[in-house]
DNA sequence: CCCATGACCTATG
DNA sequence: CCATAGGCCATGG
């Protein structure tokens, strides 16, 4: 018979769950992009990825999968940059002021710090 | 099936 | 640095 759910909180599609694995796995201070975890996955896409994020993301520290152009979420920019604030991730001030991550310096190469 | 949308990316000017 | 264009692919109307 279809068994019904047997668990409290919803059912995540087993693609969603891996990306959430990365995510989960990328060290305070580094971060990296929504192509970066589909290339690393070998599945999906960046839009993929984001879409994930954007249903599921809030259950792991979202703050460190970012646009390529190390732009902050938009929406969530003030909570964003305080984690950048607190772990120390490299972040470059652009002539108006306003803050993006430094992506050289910040991007997650897979290798331990 | 067509069309629009989206936490995207890269190349080009 | 900004703007455009094309590509990408799942999801929903």
Redesign the pocket.
């Known amino acids: 018979m279809g068994r019904m759910s047997e668990e409290s909180l919803p059912e995540l599609?087993d693609?969603a769950e891996r990306v959430l694995q990365v995510a989960e796995r990328i060290p305070p201070g580094r971060v990296l992009?929504?192509?970066?975890i589909a290339e690393w996955l070998g599945e999906?896409?960046?839009?993929?990825?984001?879409?994930v994020?954007?249903?599921y993301?809030?259950a792991v520290p979202?703050?460190r999968?970012?646009?390529?152009?190390g732009l902050p979420?938009?929406g969530?920019e003030a909570r964003a940059l305080e984690q950048y604030h607190v772990e120390a991730t490299p972040l470059r001030t652009?002539?108006?002021g306003d803050q993006r991550l430094d992506m050289r310096r910040a991007r997650w190469d897979g290798k331990d710090d």
Request: glycine share 22%.
């Open positions: 599609p693609y992009t929504y192509g970066d999906g896409g960046p839009r993929q990825v984001g879409r994020m954007a249903l993301g809030g979202w703050w999968v970012v646009r390529a152009d979420l938009p969530q652009s002539g108006a």
